[in-house]
């Protein structure tokens, strides 16, 4: 059983559109993030939920819009996307939000033609 | 805001050698060190924590140490193997405690 799937694994779309990426998690953990890694392999915070309560939100655009329908699931909408939001963008949860190792999903590899 | 620097070169080493990979910070000294594997195209995997107060901590054939003087943490695998091959990625929290900071990851290759 995989632990935190996110789907689509890869999402190439043109500039403009706005595109939606799901995760859920099936640890029972609490917490849940959104990261994006870019060309340079930085993995950078974007999100973090705790309990369906948003806990950070670093300096993202609004076009970036995370959800959470319940603590197993942390969606994340973008909306006009631009070439720059080229990247891997990792969903992770963790028992709870007190710096508790991660578990990570294998990635959305998203590209903007 | 914390800062982590790991070498950006990748390391390569002849199987059955010890490899060890740096991860070096720069502010004030977190209360935990965690460290990551990461394949490519899969996510990162949790593989060590050590806090604050422990000196080293042991996995199997991993090693951790944390040296908050230097501002530093060692992983070392023994006896390491073209298993072994992946980045590894060194975190910690950031200033304030409120989330996790990543390295970029050092590339280890073992050579069989």
């Known amino acids: 059983d995989t632990a935190v799937s996110q789907t689509p694994k890869y999402l190439v779309t043109q500039m403009g559109n706005d595109k939606s990426i799901k995760c859920e998690q099936n640890?029972?953990?609490?917490?849940m993030y959104w990261y994006k890694q870019d060309s340079k392999k930085f993995l950078k915070i974007m999100f973090s939920?705790?309990?369906?309560?948003?806990?950070i939100n670093e300096t993202v655009p609004n076009r970036f819009s995370p959800k959470s329908p319940d603590k197993a699931h942390l969606n994340l909408h973008i909306n006009s996307l631009e070439l720059g939001d080229s990247a891997v963008y990792f969903c992770?949860?963790?028992?709870?939000?007190?710096?508790?190792?991660?578990?990570f999903g294998d990635g959305t590899r998203l590209s903007i033609l | 805001s914390q800062k982590i620097e790991q070498n950006s070169e990748a390391l390569n080493i002849q199987e059955g050698k010890t490899a060890t990979l740096t991860c070096n910070y720069t502010?004030?000294?977190?209360?935990?060190l965690q460290w990551y594997r990461q394949d490519p195209g899969r996510g990162p995997v949790f593989l060590l924590l050590?806090?604050?107060?422990?000196k080293e901590k042991r996995k199997e054939r991993l090693k951790v140490t944390f040296d908050t003087t230097l501002k530093q943490s060692l992983f070392h695998i023994t006896a390491s193997q073209p298993a072994d091959s992946a980045t590894y990625l060194c975190a910690l929290e950031d200033t304030g405690g409120f989330k996790t900071i990543f390295g970029a990851g050092t590339r280890l290759f073992v050579k069989a």
């Open positions: 050590i806090r604050e107060n422990e």
């Open positions: 992770a949860s963790s028992q709870d939000s007190n710096n508790q190792p991660q578990h």
């Open positions: 640890l029972g953990h609490d917490t």
């Open positions: 939920y705790n309990n369906k309560e948003l806990i």
């Open positions: 502010n004030y000294s977190p209360a935990y």
